[in-house]
């Protein structure tokens, strides 16, 4: 019994020390989970990426740009932590984690101290807001100051005394986030440059303004060209460019050109050709966007100065390489352009959707290739298509192409916004291809005879020319170097209106033509350090299965709405005969009636008649209309419902799915410990 009695008492007392056991126990196990996950974040920096598009891994590009870096880059993010001056238009406050992120991921990818990031608050009249304007970010209206108290929110990258700025990083350009950042890390590192002549009848440079009468409007420049320019300028601090022009009618491409970028060259003579053919051979590398219909020529045609005046010639709105794409083992259709209903896009022009007018997306694009990795939305308009026949030791592959819903029609027919004939031949066409290996000349019998020559020059000196050409020791039959030619069927992708179309805010850019142009450039120059990352997914993922959902019930609408505006169609041209019936019986009654004094119009049983069909219509009419607002308003409440019951299938699936594992866990465990405690 007094055994019994001491238990009891000595319980409670036991039982206290179990409990302030068990709670240290917790505290020093949290201590030691958090020192844990301290050391091993520190000493093991690798995370697992689960994402589709690789977010938060960097690019095999980016990598080996930061492991050959041997002098100190400086990253200095200036963002602004005013949240009430900061328009939440912009998204900054939800798009500074990602760029937070992505640094981190910079300064522990590189070697030790290669790569310092700094970040800084610049407030009003602060020293960082000194250094922002002075390392050229852009200063943004507030919302609270406007432009008195603005914020900010760029980069600037630092090495040695070179600068380069990213004066905005916009939410909108978060695909092209590395490759911005790695940009500028090689801009301020490098000290050449890969060399890019460009050719084009277009003024892609811009033109001045002419103060004279009759001078032709001053010519913007075009976007590819400023940012070529950039791309390839191998001292940001200094005057000058490694993206230079080049003439159309050269007869030797200079030995210091890497690579060469036409762009709609209409009109090439064999001279120019025969050069870039040599080039070629030389193991230089060609970039040419070529065209069957070039909007752009057309739009700019010159128009005639005084009526009935003859206009001046014009650039050819199609252009070719006649001989040299044969060589290649290539054949381009210039004089019709692609129809493909799966790509139509809308004519910014007219506003109609136009089939010859295409948007290509990620099904039309292979992603495999460096040049078209992660490039999703290309706006083509007007385009040719190539037909392929390889070459011994010359390999194609594809880069884009239509769906094989596409068909060949005539640009005149394309342009007003026509469809091909129903039953034409459909198929899948190549709209921009690669070709690499050794090329062999298009020119085996050397150098042309130059351009424009008469039958009588021919005669005198043409035997002599020839001669001379056979024995020029300086000609090249073969290739003595691998080259990489990329052909695309299209110029006018890479004029303004179509490079980069924006939303109605902040220049947001929306589709791919630019960084796939930048792409092409910069693998033909051997550079394909920034090809590689140029883009990366979205943090922001869009919800696919909502548009699918979106598209259907859009789809009926149309359908419904296709019936109603049938209907109200057949009723109008009812109601306008109705009209035109009684515009024809007043008339007779007034010729009959010309004569009489006064002139009275009565309303014959037949006229009432036809008066009270035609009301009957409008009423029927009205009916109907009625009828579309109400399906369209039921379909609308489906989708929403739909949409709805989406969403609380996912929150329910994301609150019960970890806490069901959890429990299974649990419950496992517990089995596993009683069987355990059953066998002892």
């Not at 003024?203 to 950039?230: D, K, S, V, Y």
């Not at 548009?547 to 041209?573: P, Q, S, T, Y």
């Not at 419902?641 to 299974?664: C, F, H, S, T, Y």
């Amino acid at each position: 019994m007094s055994d019994t009695n001491n238990a009891n008492q000595t319980n409670p007392s036991a039982t206290s020390l179990a409990w302030l056991y068990s709670v240290l126990g917790v505290i020093v196990l949290f201590a030691l989970l958090v020192a844990v996950n301290f050391i091993v974040k520190r000493a093991l920096p690798a995370k697992i990426d689960l994402t589709e598009d690789k977010l938060y891994t960097l690019g095999d590009g980016t990598r080996e740009l930061l492991e050959g870096l041997d002098t100190k880059v400086k990253l200095t993010f200036f963002a602004s932590e005013d949240e009430d001056n900061i328009d939440p238009r912009y998204g900054f406050k939800e798009y500074k984690p990602t760029v937070n992120a992505l640094l981190d991921t910079y300064r522990r990818t590189a070697k030790p101290g290669m790569i310092e990031v700094v970040r800084l608050n610049p407030e009003p009249d602060s020293k960082a807001a000194e250094q922002a304007i002075d390392s050229k970010i852009e200063p943004i209206p507030g919302r609270m100051g406007g432009e008195e108290d603005p914020v900010y929110f760029g980069l600037s990258v630092n090495c040695l005394d070179r600068t380069s700025a990213i004066p905005v990083l916009l939410p909108a350009r978060e695909r092209l986030l590395e490759y911005e950042i790695s940009r500028a890390i090689l801009e301020v590192t490098r000290s050449t440059a890969p060399k890019v002549g460009y050719m084009s009848p277009f003024e892609i440079a811009g033109t001045p303004p002419m103060r004279f009468p009759g001078a032709p409007p001053a010519m913007p420049q075009w976007n590819l060209h400023r940012t070529l320019e950039r791309d390839f300028d191998p001292d940001p601090s200094e005057e000058g460019s490694n993206f230079v022009r080049l003439e159309m009618d050269l007869e030797k491409v200079p030995d210091d050109i890497d690579t060469l970028l036409l762009i709609h060259p209409a009109g090439i003579s064999a001279k120019t050709e025969y050069a870039i053919d040599q080039f070629v051979m030389r193991g230089g590398n060609v970039v040419a966007f070529l065209d069957a219909f070039s909007v752009w020529a057309h739009e700019t045609r010159p128009q005639p100065q005084q009526p009935g005046m003859p206009a001046a010639p014009g650039t050819p709105v199609s252009s070719d390489l006649p001989t040299l794409l044969p060589a290649w083992g290539v054949d381009f259709e210039d004089s019709l352009v692609v129809s493909d209903t799966s790509h139509r896009w809308l004519d910014i022009r007219t506003f109609r959707e136009n089939t010859s007018f295409l948007r290509l997306t990620s099904e039309a694009i292979d992603d495999s290739d460096a040049a078209t990795n992660g490039i999703r939305d290309v706006l083509v308009p007007m385009a040719g298509a190539f037909y392929l026949d390889e070459e011994q030791g010359v390999e194609s592959k594809v880069l884009m192409h239509t769906s094989s819903e596409a068909e060949l029609v005539e640009p005149m027919l394309a342009n007003a916004g026509g469809r091909g004939s129903d039953g034409g031949e459909t198929k899948e066409y190549p709209l921009a291809v690669r070709l690499t290996g050794k090329f062999s000349s298009a020119f085996p019998d050397g150098k042309p005879a130059a351009d424009g020559g008469d039958e009588g020059d021919a005669a005198d000196g043409g035997d002599d020319d020839e001669g001379e050409t056979a024995g020029d020791p300086a000609h090249l039959a073969a290739a003595n170097a691998e080259s990489s030619i990329v052909l695309v069927a299209d110029s006018d992708c890479l004029f303004n209106a179509f490079l980069q179309t924006v939303d109605s805010y902040r220049r947001a850019f929306t589709n791919h033509n630019l960084p796939f142009a930048q792409n092409v450039v910069e693998l033909a120059s051997g550079g394909a350090t920034l090809a590689k990352i140029r883009s990366r997914g979205s943090v922001n993922r869009p919800f696919t299965k909502f548009k699918e959902m979106e598209k259907e019930a859009g789809e009926e609408i149309e359908k419904e709405m296709a019936k109603v505006d049938e209907e109200i169609e057949n009723l109008r041209e009812e109601q306008q005969g109705y009209a035109q019936e009684l515009s024809e019986i007043l008339t007779k009654a007034f010729s009959e009636q010309r004569g009489s004094a006064e002139i009275v119009v009565e309303m014959s049983p037949e006229l009432q008649a036809k008066q009270k069909a035609a009301e009957a219509a409008e009423e029927r009419l009205e009916a109907q209309i009625d009828e579309s607002r109400k399906k369209r308003a039921k379909l609308g409440r489906e989708l929403r419902q739909k949409i709805r019951g989406i969403e609380n299938g996912i929150k329910l699936k994301n609150m019960l799915i970890v806490p069901l594992i959890v429990i299974l866990i649990g419950i496992a465990h517990l089995v596993i410990r009683k069987r355990s405690l059953s066998a002892h």
